[in-house]
């Protein structure tokens, strides 16, 4: 009887409080409890009525009362951190969000509250520490794992299909989720969302490799797979139109070679993330002792290498470190080296503070450069193409001199773009030309060892691969 009474008073209190009556809640909740005295969810909504009528001290009193009686969910605990933080009682709020993250570590709200206050939520035996970054087949394997969760009609609404796919793995989940709130996604709709902007240059991107395992097993795995063209030893690679341009086509070139007997993946423009989910796919069929090392390229963004080790049972990425000197051999300073994160070829900024746009755009025209370069319309920044511009190199450097007297004094600028497939760049400052570096890609220090999680003969596959220089031809629009 008593559940039926608890039920009826939070559909009474549930009206009053969608009409904005706070009195008729009150009294429902209050009807419900002489029917069941001690209830934990009616004494959280009493909590709710006094933080509704902003009465914190109370919400904060009746909150404790709720949860000391037993109050499950999140709702309460949430509730009574948030009065609590109104109160600037930081601690006992931090304390009463970790517990709303422990009720359900799959809503959102309470992880939210927890950064505000400087805290990485964790689940027991969880080590703290700062956000877990998701590498690139991590965040892969997460949006495969997501759309099929909602293309079977999942809950996209928290975090659940994130929890799911981090558990599995035996990730940090607290700190996992931490670093998908600090990139803006609030639960799994928006990690599908917003997350793929990171990896927008896997779309168009230049692949090359080998997939190490026999030539006839590979041969009879993808022979009838959608998307992949088999070639012989002598046989050209095809042009194929890229997947971004023609989703459900060809996306995959596999040359077989008996000589070899190892499969290669010849250099061709494509969506390296469709080719990762593919051999992942048929990965088990090529035998449990195989592996994919694939090379990627950012084409029409500016970006390090990245070398990709698949196997049937762990993958790792190795990111190129950035290095540069100039013609004299003097280094760049690393302070000025690009970050790992892909730009967008056809946007590169370069900052000119304090210059109106229409001075820069006469600067560019009367270099010839009209199209692919053009000011910010509130100026203070030129846009550029980083590989048109490296097309004309003589113009463009003898552009970067005239900006760089507009360069505040004791200040530098800094242009970044692409020269035949090698990247170049120019340090801008008032005191004279600026100084042109030649930009190198190196295996980073941190994978000398060749400790990854996968064979001993990808590795060397892999830095083999890594070495090999790119031609050119694929890269710019």
Not at 5 to 32: N, S
Not at 134 to 145: C, I, N, S, V
Not at 226 to 251: C, Q, T
Not at 456 to 471: I, K, N, Y
Request: charged share 20%.
């Amino acid at each position: 009887m008593s559940e039926e009474a608890i039920a009826a008073a939070l559909e009474r209190a549930g009206q009053a409080l969608g009409k904005g009556d706070l009195d008729a809640a009150e009294a429902a909740f209050h009807g419900g409890l002489e029917a069941a005295p001690g209830d934990g969810t009616l004494l959280g909504g009493l909590a709710v009525v006094a933080m509704q009528r902003g009465d914190m001290e109370e919400a904060a009193r009746r909150g404790r009362i709720a949860l000391d009686a037993g109050a499950g969910g999140v709702e309460v605990p949430y509730n009574l951190g948030f009065a609590l933080l109104q109160l600037e009682r930081e601690e006992e709020a931090a304390a009463a969000f970790l517990a709303a993250f422990a009720a359900d570590p799959t809503r959102p709200e309470p992880i939210g509250q927890l950064l505000q206050l400087g805290r990485i939520p964790g689940q027991e035996g969880e080590p703290a520490g700062d956000p877990v970054a998701l590498d690139t087949l991590d965040r892969l394997e997460l949006y495969t794992h997501l759309a099929q969760r909602q293309a079977g009609g999942a809950d996209s609404s928290s975090f659940e299909g994130c929890w799911v796919w981090a558990t599995e793995r035996g990730a940090p989940w607290g700190r996992t989720a931490a670093w998908l709130m600090q990139q803006g996604a609030h639960s799994d709709v928006e990690v599908l969302q917003r997350l793929p902007e990171r990896d927008e240059h896997l779309a168009r991107s230049v692949v090359a490799g080998l997939i190490m395992a026999p030539n006839d097993v590979v041969e009879a795995a993808l022979r009838d797979f959608p998307g992949v063209v088999l070639i012989g030893p002598d046989e050209p690679v095809p042009s194929l139109p890229e997947p971004a341009e023609n989703p459900g086509g060809a996306f995959l070139v596999v040359r077989l070679d008996p000589v070899a007997d190892r499969p290669q993946i010849p250099s061709q423009r494509t969506h390296a993330a469709v080719v990762f989910t593919a051999l992942v796919e048929r990965l088990h069929e090529f035998g449990s002792e195989s592996s994919v090392v694939l090379t990627v390229d950012p084409a029409v963004h500016v970006g390090p290498r990245r070398v990709w080790l698949i196997t049937p049972v762990s993958e790792a990425e190795v990111v190129a470190d950035w290095s540069g000197e100039d013609d004299q051999g003097r280094p760049l300073d690393p302070e000025l080296l690009p970050g790992p994160r892909p730009v967008p070829a056809g946007a590169m900024p370069l900052s000119m503070p304090g210059i109106d746009p229409v001075s820069l755009a006469a600067l560019a025209a009367d270099m010839g450069f009209v199209e692919e370069v053009r000011p910010d319309p509130n100026g203070g920044t030129l846009y550029f193409d980083a590989d048109v511009v490296g097309r004309r190199p003589l113009q463009w450097e003898l552009l970067l001199g005239r900006l760089a007297k507009l360069v505040p004094r004791g200040s530098a600028s800094l242009a970044l773009w692409r020269q035949g497939g090698v990247e170049k760049m120019g340090v801008l400052h008032r005191e004279g030309p600026p100084d042109v570096f030649t930009l190198k890609q190196s295996w980073p220090a941190s994978q000398s060892k060749l400790d990854l999680p996968v064979p001993m003969d990808a590795q060397l596959m892999a830095r083999a691969l890594f070495e090999a220089p790119r031609s050119g031809k694929h890269y710019g629009g």
